[in-house]
T-cell receptor, first 113, second 117 residues
Framework: GQQLNQSPQSMFIQEGEDVSMNCTSS?????WLWYKQDPGEGPVLLIA?????ELTSNGRLTAQFGITRKDSFLNISASIPSDVGIYFCAGRPTNFGNEKLTFGTGTRLTIIP | DAGITQSPRHKVTETGTPVTLRCHQTENHRYMYWYRQDPGHGLRLIHY???????DKGEVSDGYSVSRSKTEDFLLTLESATSSQTSVYFC????????????????FGPGTRLTVL
């Protein structure tokens, strides 16, 4: 199955810094989803995007559906300790059937004291 | 919170033994999924169900079977566990939106950590 290219794989930042991560694919997508996973727990949905160019915010988080429909971006502003975790992108390729998602391999965010 | 529970949450078993993991949902969703999560691979689909007794394979279905006799329960069975099946297993449901594709998402359970010795 196809997997998304998610970058960076890991990030080490200081509290208060802004964070950017992205996912890219060789296929056109009709949905992009961003999840966060804390240790020992399941992924939690943060933001969902359904239209090329769409920009959606959830508090300090902002995600965008790329206009080429082959990428998506997640930004976190003014990071705080509870932002630590693994962030996953997921999407629906247009040729995949709406019942299934394909996932990125995750970006691990660590805040340096 | 999508009302998803998984049991057990942790299990250690020996190679060759059968193992069944249970996913239970309380919101009557039609679609349910089983994924496994391994370092460097992200989440990979094992099997999914689109209704009672209706199931289909995902990308890593070898060595796994599933059953869905009730809407609320989706079982994943490892007929003869192998060390390569040591992983964290997540169940998910598909929640539809109210307008076309918009709102069509998946929500995950808390996971089951399985160790096969």
């Amino acid at each position: 199955g196809q997997q998304l290219n998610q970058s960076p794989q890991s990030m080490f930042i200081q509290e208060g810094e802004d964070v950017s991560m992205n996912c890219t694919s060789s296929s056109i997508f009709n949905t992009w989803l961003w999840y966060k996973q804390d240790p020992g727990e399941g992924p939690v949905l943060l933001i969902a995007l359904y239209k090329a160019g769409e920009l959606t915010s959830n508090g300090r988080l902002t995600a965008q559906f790329g206009i080429t429909r082959k990428d998506s971006f997640l930004n976190i502003s003014a990071s705080i300790p509870s932002d630590v975790g693994i962030y996953f992108c997921a999407g629906r390729p247009t040729n995949f059937g709406n019942e299934k998602l394909t996932f990125g391999t995750g970006t691990r965010l660590t805040i340096i004291p | 919170d999508a009302g998803i529970t998984q049991s057990p949450r942790h299990k250690v078993t020996e190679t060759g033994t059968p193992v069944t993991l249970r996913c239970h949902q309380t919101e009557n969703h039609r679609y349910m999924y089983w994924y496994r999560q391994d370092p460097g691979h992200g989440l990979r689909l094992i099997h999914y169900s689109y209704g009672v007794k209706d199931t289909d394979k995902g990308e890593v279905s070898d060595g796994y079977s599933v059953s869905r006799s009730k809407t609320e329960d989706f079982l994943l069975t490892l007929e003869s566990a192998t060390s390569s099946q040591t992983s964290v297993y997540f169940c998910a449901i598909r929640r539809y939106g109210t307008s076309g594709d918009r709102g069509d998402t998946q929500y995950f359970g808390p996971g089951t950590r399985l160790t096969v010795l």
